[in-house]
Every structure is written in C-alpha cells, then in structure tokens.
C-alpha cells in the first residue's frame, strides 16, 4: 500500500521560499496522480497545485500561480512543492495525497484522492 510522508514546512518570513518533500514509499509513484492540499484552522481543505506521472500535466490554483511550482522525481518517488513569494495567508497545514491514474488530467478536488499523508506545518509570519 502506498504511504506518503510529507516534510520541509516551517516558520517562514513573508516574501521568503520553502520547499515541502512528498516521498512515498510501497508503491512507485508514477502510476499516480499527486496533489498538494492545505488547510488552514477553521478553514476547508484547498487544493493547491496537482501533477501527473512525468510531469505530463500539472495544475494550480489561482491563489499560487507563479509563485508555488510542482515536480516529480521517480528516481526519489518524490513529489515536490517549491513555493517562493510566501505570504502570511499562506499558513497551513500541507497534505499530499495520491490517486491511481496512468492518463489524463489531475485534480485539486481532495475527493478524488485515496491516500495522504499526515501533513506539515507552514507558518508565514513577521
């Protein structure tokens, strides 16, 4: 079964990058489809940004366009989410998850995904 393990958050100053890690482990990663969801408290999950096996397809929300970029690396079985530009709204917990998908699009709707992670925390704050 597929396990994901997120890491890389922290406390950050606005305006500043972090780079949050997804490795998986039990199964190759490039049979799924990742996400990278957060949510902050009092607040519904959000999906962030998605990507297909090899990088074929990839998507954001509007709220990270041009300042958050999602990758693969198969030879990690790691999925990764480089964000500059952070601003305080920003703060959350980040998941990624997974869902089985060899072709087509990814998604951003956190229903379609099977299996998460158990988050990492990003603070932005001055």
């Known amino acids: 079964q597929l396990q994901l393990v997120e890491s890389g958050g922290g406390l950050a100053q606005p305006g500043e990058s972090l780079r949050l890690s997804c490795v998986a482990s039990?199964?190759?990663?490039?049979?799924?489809?990742i996400g990278w969801f957060r949510q902050a408290p009092g607040k519904e999950r959000e999906g962030v940004s998605c990507?297909?096996?090899?990088?074929?397809?990839?998507l954001y929300a509007d709220s990270v366009k041009g300042r958050f970029t999602i990758s693969s690396d198969n030879a990690k079985n790691s999925v990764y989410l480089q964000m500059i530009g952070l601003k305080p709204e920003d703060t959350a917990v980040y998941y990624c998850?997974?869902?089985?998908?060899?072709?087509?699009?990814?998604?951003?709707?956190?229903?379609?995904?099977?299996?998460w992670g158990q988050g990492t925390q990003v603070t932005v704050s001055s």
């Open positions: 998850a997974a869902v089985p998908k060899l072709f087509g699009a990814c998604s951003t709707n956190f229903g379609e995904y099977v299996y």
């Open positions: 990507i297909t096996r090899g990088g074929l397809w990839t």
């Open positions: 039990g199964e190759t990663l490039n049979l799924y489809a």
